[in-house]
């Protein structure tokens, strides 16, 4: 085997383990230069794409917490990167939860506006598709129910889109101000959206964290990074070391790692002035508490 063929099929391999998408594909990409083992998976070419995408996966998993099933963070269990836009499969039971979730509605009772701005739903026969009505960016969602419709307005929360349609509402303009200025987004917002956005293209890789029962908490600091949070395995070395061989902080393209940086702690993986945080806890659950902390997620979603 050639050294170039032994590349691809590296690539290829990664590839796989990081997207679910089968190694035939994934060597076919290799093959016509769409990745290499520094970039294993697919980069979104668009600058608004790729903040699209990180706010999408920044929301869900801020929503969605220790409520999680199967391990499927994000509601997430596969996806079709490419640099054009990016395909998600949902799990079956979260994905009307995540749909919701991810609807931008006004908070009448508290003020604000929850969910991610600038998203619209439309659907087809084939499922549902999220664009952003700002920026332009699109995702494909599969493993939608059919029987999906949006929700009604209600318990003081109102989907802008109803009255705002394809254009920005005033109030998500406002709050995507907060995604961009460096006081809530942190020092390098351009950083965070490459980082989240390669997050939310991985997700078998990603998913491992709920290898052991399932949970897995995730959580933000305000729109600045993520924090990913499981009980027992794997441990947070070998997952780290797992993201990054994927290319998770790969510099972008033309890009360099910055000068000066200070080195990141274990378990902090860095792209720029972007973080995502990787921890495994240890709670030594008994048998019977865990499937009591099972069955309480899974109420959720009755």
């Given at each position: 085997?050639?050294?170039?063929?032994?590349?691809?099929?590296?690539?290829?391999s990664?590839?796989?383990?990081?997207?679910?998408?089968?190694?035939?594909t994934?060597?076919?990409?290799a093959?016509?230069?769409l990745?290499?083992?520094?970039?294993?998976?697919?980069?979104a070419?668009?600058?608004a794409?790729?903040?699209?995408?990180a706010m999408?996966?920044?929301?869900?998993?801020?929503?969605?917490?220790?409520?999680?099933?199967?391990?499927?963070?994000?509601?997430?269990?596969?996806?079709?990167?490419?640099?054009?836009?990016l395909?998600?499969?949902?799990?079956?039971?979260m994905?009307r939860?995540?749909?919701?979730?991810?609807?931008?509605?006004?908070?009448?009772?508290y003020?604000?506006?929850r969910?991610?701005?600038?998203?619209?739903v439309?659907?087809?026969?084939?499922?549902?598709?999220?664009?952003?009505a700002?920026?332009g960016?699109t995702i494909?969602l599969?493993?939608?129910?059919s029987?999906?419709?949006?929700p009604?307005d209600?318990?003081?929360?109102r989907?802008?889109?109803?009255?705002?349609g394809?254009?920005?509402?005033?109030a998500?303009?406002?709050?995507?101000?907060?995604?961009?200025?460096?006081?809530t987004?942190?020092?390098?917002?351009?950083?965070?959206?490459?980082?989240?956005?390669?997050?939310?293209?991985?997700?078998?890789?990603?998913?491992?964290?709920?290898?052991?029962?399932?949970?897995v908490?995730?959580?933000?600091?305000?729109y600045q990074?993520?924090?990913?949070e499981?009980?027992?395995a794997?441990?947070a070395p070998?997952?780290e070391r797992?993201?990054?061989?994927?290319?998770?902080?790969?510099?972008?393209?033309g890009?360099?790692?910055?000068?000066?940086?200070p080195?990141?702690?274990?378990?902090?993986?860095?792209?720029?002035?972007a973080?995502?945080t990787?921890?495994?806890?240890?709670f030594?659950?008994?048998?019977g508490?865990?499937?009591?902390?099972?069955?309480?997620?899974?109420?959720?979603?009755?």
């Amino acid at each position: 085997m050639s050294r170039r063929t032994d590349n691809h099929h590296c690539a290829a391999s990664i590839c796989r383990a990081a997207t679910g998408l089968p190694h035939r594909t994934c060597l076919g990409w290799a093959e016509a230069g769409l990745i290499t083992r520094r970039r294993p998976v697919p980069d979104a070419a668009d600058p608004a794409q790729r903040a699209f995408e990180a706010m999408v996966a920044l929301t869900a998993g801020d929503a969605l917490r220790d409520g999680q099933l199967d391990g499927a963070v994000f509601g997430v269990v596969a996806a079709v990167p490419s640099a054009d836009g990016l395909a998600l499969r949902l799990h079956e039971r979260m994905a009307r939860r995540v749909v919701t979730e991810l609807l931008p509605r006004l908070d009448e009772d508290y003020g604000g506006l929850r969910g991610v701005p600038g998203l619209r739903v439309t659907s087809d026969t084939e499922g549902l598709t999220l664009r952003d009505a700002v920026g332009g960016g699109t995702i494909r969602l599969r493993g939608v129910p059919s029987s999906w419709r949006l929700p009604d307005d209600g318990d003081g929360l109102r989907y802008v889109g109803r009255s705002a349609g394809g254009a920005p509402h005033p109030a998500e303009l406002e709050e995507l101000h907060y995604w961009t200025r460096t006081a809530t987004a942190g020092p390098d917002p351009a950083s965070r959206d490459h980082l989240l956005s390669r997050l939310l293209r991985r997700p078998a890789l990603v998913n491992r964290t709920g290898n052991a029962h399932g949970w897995v908490n995730s959580y933000c600091h305000q729109y600045q990074d993520l924090v990913l949070e499981w009980c027992c395995a794997p441990g947070a070395p070998e997952m780290e070391r797992s993201l990054r061989r994927s290319g998770l902080a790969e510099p972008q393209a033309g890009g360099h790692p910055e000068p000066g940086a200070p080195p990141a702690r274990p378990g902090v993986i860095r792209l720029g002035g972007a973080e995502v945080t990787v921890r495994c806890m240890d709670f030594a659950h008994g048998d019977g508490e865990i499937a009591g902390i099972t069955a309480s997620i899974e109420r959720r979603y009755r």
